[in-house]
């Protein structure tokens, strides 16, 4: 079973992989190219779940009902009604 993760906790995650990836470049455990490309790919990932997060938050909810009204059963010689 999958738990959804928060921005917090993925900013957590993001900075505990970065650390270890950064001690292990100064170590000499890892070169620094594949140092830099290991963090930029957890970057990418960070990115992504921030968007999946704001999705999941702002624009899958039920969207505002629209103050503008259209009425299409009016003719066009009708008064339209005070409001």
């Known amino acids: 079973m999958a738990t959804q993760m928060n921005l917090e906790d993925a900013l957590q995650l993001f900075m505990r992989r970065v650390d270890i990836l950064v001690s ?3 170590g000499g455990k890892l070169p620094t190219k594949q140092a830099y490309k290991e ?3 957890e970057v990418r990932k960070l990115k992504k779940l921030k968007k999946q997060i ?3 938050n702002y624009v899958s909810r039920d ?3 629209s103050t503008n009204v259209v009425r299409l ?3 066009w010689d ?3 009604p005070d409001l």
């Open 24 to 26: 292990m470049e100064m």
């Open 39 to 41: 963090i930029k790919e």
């Open 54 to 56: 704001h999705h999941e």
């Open 63 to 65: 969207p505002v009902p």
């Open 73 to 75: 059963d009016l003719d």
């Open 78 to 80: 009708e008064k339209l």
